[in-house]
Every structure is written in structure tokens, then in C-alpha cells.
């Protein structure tokens, strides 16, 4: 179970594919919670600390652009540690931009529903891979990050 907890919140202290000239004019933070749900069904993040089986993680992933320019051109990419997966639709950002996902480690990444071809009884059959497959989350922004401005991207994972 140590092992379990070191691979989640590890992923806290992962460096994000980003580009600037001077590291000062990007910063980038993750930043792992727990998700409670109480009697009423409310959801309340807690700051993550321990990590059990069932137990949801919201990643949230914040860029700030401490230049006095936008920056054009980042790649935001979330990992799904070992033993946890994606939960479903909870990728999201207030930023307009187009969501991927890997299933091959973050080697290549596709938009959502995840499909491939398979032969099922001598004929062609469309398969959907589920999101407990994919091992990793992307956003491409279509706008840039304006000068002294933050943008938060989240997603979701479920620990096994």
C-alpha cells in the first residue's frame, strides 16, 4: 500500500511538457485531492495525503505565465499512475482546447472514444477501448496563455 501511495502522489512532483525560454516565465504545478462525497451526495477535495483502493484523486494541473506576453504553444499531459485509472468525462478546463488520450504510455494520443478494428468470427468489428485503459491525459490549447494569467486543467483517476 506504501508502494501504491508513492506512485500517486509522486506523480505530483512530475515536470510537465512545456516551453519557455526562461523557466521563471512558465510555472507549472500539479496538485492531487481526494474527492469526498458526503451524506448528501456534496463533493468536498481534500488534499491528498494517503491514497487507499476506491479512493477518487482529482490531479489538477495549473500553468501560470509570468512573462508579460502570451505564450503560444503548450502541451499539457497528466499521467495515470500504475494502479489507478481514468474516470471517465472528468477531463476538463475552462480553456478552449482539444482533449486527448494515450493508451500506449504517452506515445501516441487520440481523441475520445478510443476505437480499434479487431476480426470477431471471420468479420470486422468496431471495438471501443475503455478509459480504464488509457495511461495517459492531454490538452492541446487553442489559445495562448496571456501574460500574468493562470489555466487550471483536472482530471480524474480511481486507485485499484
Same mark, same amino acid.
Given at each position: 500500500?506504501?508502494?501504491?501511495?508513492?506512485?500517486?502522489?509522486?506523480?505530483?512532483?512530475?515536470?510537465?511538457?512545456?516551453?519557455?525560454?526562461?523557466?521563471?516565465?512558465?510555472?507549472?504545478?500539479?496538485?492531487?485531492?481526494?474527492?469526498?462525497?458526503? &451524506?448528501?451526495? *456534496?463533493?468536498?477535495? $481534500? +488534499?491528498? !495525503?494517503?491514497?487507499?483502493?476506491?479512493? #477518487?484523486? =482529482?490531479?489538477?494541473?495549473?500553468?501560470?505565465?509570468?512573462?508579460?506576453?502570451?505564450?503560444?504553444?503548450?502541451?499539457?499531459?497528466?499521467?495515470?499512475?500504475?494502479?489507478?485509472?481514468?474516470?471517465?468525462?472528468?477531463?476538463?478546463?475552462?480553456?478552449?482546447?482539444?482533449?486527448?488520450?494515450?493508451?500506449?504510455?504517452? &506515445?501516441?494520443? *487520440?481523441?475520445?472514444? $478510443? +476505437?480499434? !478494428?479487431?476480426?470477431?468470427?471471420?468479420? #470486422?468489428? =468496431?471495438?471501443?477501448?475503455?478509459?480504464?485503459?488509457?495511461?495517459?491525459?492531454?490538452?492541446?490549447?487553442?489559445?495562448?496563455?496571456?501574460?500574468?494569467?493562470?489555466?487550471?486543467?483536472?482530471?480524474?483517476?480511481?486507485?485499484?
Amino acid at each position: 500500500m506504501k508502494n501504491l501511495l508513492l506512485i500517486v502522489i509522486g506523480c505530483l512532483m512530475m515536470s510537465f511538457s512545456v516551453y519557455a525560454e526562461d523557466d521563471n516565465l512558465l510555472v507549472s504545478k500539479m496538485d492531487a485531492y481526494i474527492v469526498e462525497v458526503n &451524506k448528501k451526495g *456534496e463533493e468536498k477535495l $481534500v +488534499k491528498a !495525503e494517503n491514497a487507499v483502493p476506491k479512493d #477518487k484523486i =482529482e490531479y489538477k494541473l495549473t500553468y501560470t505565465n509570468n512573462s508579460e506576453k502570451p505564450l503560444n504553444g503548450l502541451i499539457i499531459t497528466g499521467p495515470i499512475p500504475e494502479n489507478t485509472f481514468y474516470i471517465a468525462n472528468t477531463g476538463n478546463t475552462k480553456i478552449k482546447s482539444n482533449f486527448l488520450v494515450s493508451i500506449d504510455g504517452g &506515445k501516441t494520443f *487520440e481523441k475520445e472514444p $478510443v +476505437k480499434r !478494428e479487431i476480426m470477431k468470427d471471420g468479420k #470486422k468489428v =468496431e471495438i471501443i477501448i475503455p478509459p480504464e485503459k488509457y495511461t495517459a491525459v492531454r490538452w492541446i490549447p487553442l489559445t495562448p496563455i496571456n501574460a500574468k494569467e493562470k489555466q487550471v486543467f483536472a482530471y480524474r483517476i480511481e486507485v485499484k
